[in-house]
Nanobody, 120 residues
């Protein structure tokens, strides 16, 4: 299995910045994709940013140009740099990883989430 632990959330004023971290442990060798989702109260969980299987990146339209996903493979950590934050970015941010298990099977793993609150 893969364990994911997020950190870095908090309260920030609109226009401010935060950097989220997601540390992976366990069976990380076969992770094929990793990224960040967010979920606001009463809303569905949406993709924010992710590394794709081919090493590219994918961003939600609402965060393009403001958020950047990066990773440190040696530290097994994925980061989400969030700049120019807006009140509508307020949500619980969750790290996600997809592991290839073999025989066309995949495992999906989630962290516990870190709260980001942006005040107007």
């Amino acid at each position: 299995q893969v364990q994911l632990v997020e950190s870095g959330g908090g309260l920030v004023q609109a226009g401010g910045s935060l950097r989220l971290s997601c540390a992976a442990s366990g069976r990380t060798a076969n992770i094929v994709s990793v990224g960040w989702y967010r979920q606001a109260p009463g809303k569905q969980r949406d993709l924010v940013a992710a590394f794709t299987n081919d090493g590219g990146t994918n961003y939600a339209d609402s965060v393009k140009g403001r958020f950047t996903i990066s990773r440190d493979n040696g530290k097994k950590t994925v980061y989400l740099q969030m700049n120019s934050l807006k009140p509508e970015d307020t949500a619980d941010y969750l790290c996600y990883a997809r592991e290839y298990l073999g025989s066309s099977q995949y495992g999906n793993y989630w962290g516990q989430g870190t709260q980001v609150t942006v005040s107007a």
